[in-house]
């Protein structure tokens, strides 16, 4: 079973509101058909218009109830908003409410100036956007104003697992600009937040189960985008050390947990 959702450059998040919204439902309904048409082969994750948080929850409720999608898929940021923004509540809190679980993708990163060769953007930009992502939430107690939130950052949650030790330590020894919102410092929600497994790396994945925890990290195929795994789920397949029990948690327990889903 695959997880459908929307290409990110789809988002839309600088237009107007109610277009973007139009485009939502375009887009949702669309993934709508087709896991109505197969549902033994795909679950849906739609996308909303964040940059109005009332018409995000709104679409947010239709999917969810209309079209039984498992989640809902976002952007790393909205427009100038972090994901900690206090403008963002009623969307986790709906979320929360619903068991709509999110999905968090890195997009609009910059792509000018130095960032402009190499293909920086995707290779530095991304992992970099998605641990923005991952500290705002953080450090910004979105956690803590709503515990029962279902989040999932993508490509192994960007260099958040190799960078945490740095993270905690700027968080002990400067509180006074990392603890201004929560008090609580990132390594206490080691266990709390998802990732895909999507890091190309043996010991980079190795890393990332450590970090976030055996129960938290699941398949990600980023298909069929040249980024993706081309045999998805073969990394977890070909981990030397790992136990079936483990496999079977990264390769599907855990995403089927993190969606709600039904034991087949």
Same mark, same amino acid.
């Given at each position: 079973?695959? *997880?459908?959702?929307? *290409? =990110? *450059?789809?988002f839309?998040?600088?237009?107007?509101?109610?277009? &973007?919204?139009?485009?939502?439902?375009?887009?949702?309904?669309?993934?709508?058909?087709?896991?109505?048409?197969?549902?033994? +082969?795909?679950?849906?994750? !739609? &996308?909303?218009?964040?940059? @109005? =948080?009332?018409?995000?929850?709104?679409?947010?409720?239709?999917?969810?109830?209309?079209? !039984?999608?498992?989640?809902?898929? #976002?952007?790393?940021?909205?427009?100038?908003?972090?994901?900690?923004?206090?403008?963002? %509540? /009623?969307?986790?809190?709906?979320?929360?409410?619903?068991? $709509?679980?999110?999905?968090?993708?890195?997009?609009?990163?910059?792509?000018?100036k +130095?960032?402009?060769?190499?293909?920086?953007?995707?290779?530095?930009?991304?992992?970099?956007? &998605? &641990?923005?992502?991952? *500290?705002s939430?953080?450090?910004?107690?979105?956690?803590?104003?709503?515990? +029962?939130?279902? #989040? $999932?950052?993508?490509h !192994?949650?960007?260099?958040?697992?190799?960078?945490?030790?740095?993270?905690e330590? !700027?968080?002990n020894?400067?509180?006074?600009?990392?603890?201004?919102?929560?008090?609580?410092?990132?390594?206490?929600?080691?266990?709390? #937040?998802?990732?895909?497994?999507?890091?190309?790396? +043996?010991?980079?994945?190795?890393?990332?189960?450590?970090?976030?925890?055996?129960?938290?990290?699941?398949?990600? @195929?980023?298909?069929?985008? =040249?980024?993706?795994?081309?045999? /998805?789920?073969?990394? #977890?397949?070909?981990?030397?050390?790992?136990?079936?029990?483990?496999?079977?948690?990264?390769l599907?327990? %855990?995403?089927?947990?993190?969606?709600?889903?039904? %034991?087949?």
């Amino acid at each position: 079973m695959q *997880v459908l959702s929307t *290409v =990110p *450059v789809m988002f839309c998040y600088w237009a107007k509101p109610k277009d &973007t919204l139009d485009l939502c439902q375009i887009l949702n309904n669309d993934i709508a058909e087709t896991v109505q048409k197969y549902p033994d +082969r795909f679950v849906g994750f !739609g &996308t909303l218009p964040m940059q @109005s =948080p009332e018409l995000a929850v709104e679409e947010m409720k239709r999917v969810k109830q209309e079209h !039984g999608f498992a989640g809902v898929q #976002i952007g790393s940021h909205v427009n100038d908003w972090n994901l900690d923004a206090p403008e963002l %509540n /009623p969307v986790f809190a709906a979320a929360e409410e619903l068991d $709509c679980a999110i999905f968090v993708h890195p997009w609009d990163m910059e792509q000018e100036k +130095r960032m402009s060769k190499y293909w920086l953007p995707w290779l530095v930009g991304m992992p970099a956007e &998605t &641990t923005v992502a991952v *500290v705002s939430v953080l450090f910004g107690g979105v956690l803590e104003r709503f515990p +029962r939130l279902k #989040i $999932c950052f993508a490509h !192994g949650c960007g260099v958040f697992p190799y960078t945490v030790g740095r993270i905690e330590h !700027g968080f002990n020894v400067r509180p006074d600009l990392c603890a201004v919102d929560n008090n609580n410092g990132p390594r206490s929600y080691v266990g709390k #937040i998802w990732s895909d497994s999507l890091v190309h790396d +043996r010991e980079a994945l190795r890393l990332l189960v450590n970090v976030l925890g055996e129960d938290r990290v699941m398949l990600g @195929s980023d298909y069929p985008f =040249p980024l993706g795994e081309h045999h /998805p789920g073969k990394l #977890i397949e070909n981990m030397p050390d790992y136990t079936q029990q483990q496999k079977a948690k990264l390769l599907w327990e %855990n995403c089927r947990n993190f969606l709600g889903l039904k %034991n087949p």
